[in-house]
């Protein structure tokens, strides 16, 4: 297979693999946790659920004082990484072209050079972050195998779009290809491993929140 | 006396001398040639006194499933240049098109030719070559196969131009009806009982010589620019070698650098300035055709540096992206106007399908869930302190 063979492929049916899969996956475990049903709660509400699930989902982005100064790196880490793949993703001109093609809308872009910046910096944490989980013997002794497949297939995207955007190493036809391939890992992945945080976070978040408002007590 | 030279017997600097060519304008060809192909100001010289003594090698230019738009593009010029004289004036003796000879006179002279300067003729090809049926393309009643069999075996080293030579071309396209392949992958293929109707007979009557191990420089584009051929064969007069190639034979010094890389709308591309339509604010001030389909950022050529008619301008020039069509498979790569970000597929319709798919099986597993937790309820006991007492 010739490097453009591999490319087209993996804008053609790779992508379509990765896609349903995706979706797919997203999906059923989105139901799944909807469908599952609870309880009637008989008690009288002391407080709107709406309110509170609403309020939890804002409140818990920002860090209490105490957790911010026994846990300073992983939460300023864990902000700068996830702030810079928000960037890199949703703000690269041709990334955006992806979503437009799909969504039926677009939103204005960085320039390269900004976004080039964002994703070196991500690409610094994560190694950080993955430095961290190694020294730290307690993180370590939690840490599963899914944890460091997760690091990898995060990060993996962001380097080889570094090197795709610097043509480093290989043909610009090779770096693409291998870009959206490690993206499609990542999609691949998404939905059976720890990164469904990014929908379940919102549902865990507001449920959270919701009971709690329920009861009456701050959450 | 040299008037009285026989065409082929003169050397180069001969030849132009007799066409008018000055020797300002030849030194200028030399360093303009000399600045493309990334060597230093000090073998300018060493080209123009190279090129002056050269006996021009024997030249078969062999067409097989082709448009005719590589020879289009390579005499086309308006002007007589010297990148015409040097390739069309001295080198051929054998091009399908050109030559004035048909029928068995054509083919005698291919034949004259490949005896007369066994192991030391340059076989040019375009046109990929079929192999399915090999009545899908003959000459003289021979087939493209066994044509190009036979005098690549005489061949010094085959120059493929123009991507349907280099690497299989629209014939090669899905679903490849005719079987088509380059000249790489038939020189790669050979003896391959998969091919249908090879005949190795011609090449052993001729020398014995082999196939396998023929230099092969490929000069890919849709057309090729003629400045890029002349190079080429420049350098082989200079040097008497092929020039650095990478690795899909293409001479780095054309095509080592991306489209993407020497586009001087790359700016704009980096600003995240866009045109989004061919007639929109952005196309009128010449921003980056991207989001149009370009496929500069893949594609290694030499358009954006040495430009076509006569350095006039590019595609990109003109306002329109560029397709890629020096790299395998650009027809195969989804539109031509589809962005290199977007995929060759209907995504939208997938996600449709996928979404749709998923809620009823979602749907169905939770109603299932609910059943189950149903069934447990009803099936559920209570056991009392007097059944406990009673037993």
Known sequence: MSEIE????????????????FIAGVIIRVLEIFLLGRKNNLAEARGSEMNGGLHTIVSRSIPDKNTFQRSTFKIVSGYVFHLGLLITIFFYAPHILLFKEILGFSWPSL?????????VITIITLIAVLIHRLRDRVLRF??????????????????????????????????LAIHILSVELLLIAFPFTKLMHAFTLVIARWYNGAISAYRGVQS | MTNHKKLK?????????????????????????ASMMALPPSMIPAIASALEKARKPSVIWLSFQECTGCTESLTRSHTATIENLIFDSISLDYHHTLQAASGEAA????????????????LVVDGSIPTKDMGYSTIAGISNLDMFLQTAAGAAAIISVGTCAAFGGIPHAKPNPTGAYSVYDIIKMYGN????????????????????????????????????????????????????LDHLGRPKAFYGQSIHDRCYRRPFYDKGLFAETFDDEGAKKGWCLYKLGCKGPTTYNACATTKWNNGTSFPIESGH??????????????????????????????????????????????????SKKKNAIKQHTKTTIDDLENE
Not at chain 1, 111 to 119: E, G, K, M, R
Not at chain 2, 202 to 222: A, L, Q
Not at chain 2, 330 to 352: E, M, N, Q, S
Request: net charge negative; hydrophobic share 45%; glycine share 10%.
């Open chain 1, 6 to 21: 591999f490319l087209n492929w993996v804008r053609g049916p790779g992508f379509e693999i990765a896609t349903v899969i």
């Open chain 1, 111 to 119: 320039p390269s050079a900004v976004v080039d910046a964002f994703a």
């Open chain 1, 142 to 175: 939690l840490s599963t195998t899914e944890d460091y497949l997760v690091w990898f297939l995060t990060i993996a995207p962001l380097i080889t779009g570094y090197m795709a955007f610097h043509r480093i190493g290989m043909t610009a036809p090779s770096l």
């Open chain 2, 9 to 33: 017997d003169r050397t180069l600097g001969e030849a132009m001398r007799s066409q008018g060519i000055s020797r300002r304008s030849f030194l200028k060809f030399c360093a303009a040639t």
């Open chain 2, 107 to 122: 083919e005698q002279a291919r034949e004259e030719a490949m005896r007369e300067n066994w192991g030391e003729y340059l």
């Open chain 2, 193 to 244: 009982a998969e091919l249908d109707g090879i005949s190795s007979a011609s090449i052993k009557n001729n020398s014995g010589g082999s196939v396998h191990d023929k230099p092969i420089i490929t000069v890919p584009g849709c057309p090729p620019i003629p400045v890029v051929i002349t190079g080429v064969l420049t350098h082989y007069l200079t040097f008497g070698t092929i020039p650095e």
């Open chain 2, 321 to 370: 992206p560029c397709l890629g069509c020096s790299e395998p498979h650009f027809w195969d790569g989804g539109g031509f106007y589809k962005a290199l970000a977007i995929p060759t597929i209907d995504i939208p319709t997938t996600v449709v399908y996928a979404a749709a798919g998923a809620t009823a099986a979602g749907v169905a597993l939770g109603a299932l869930n609910q």
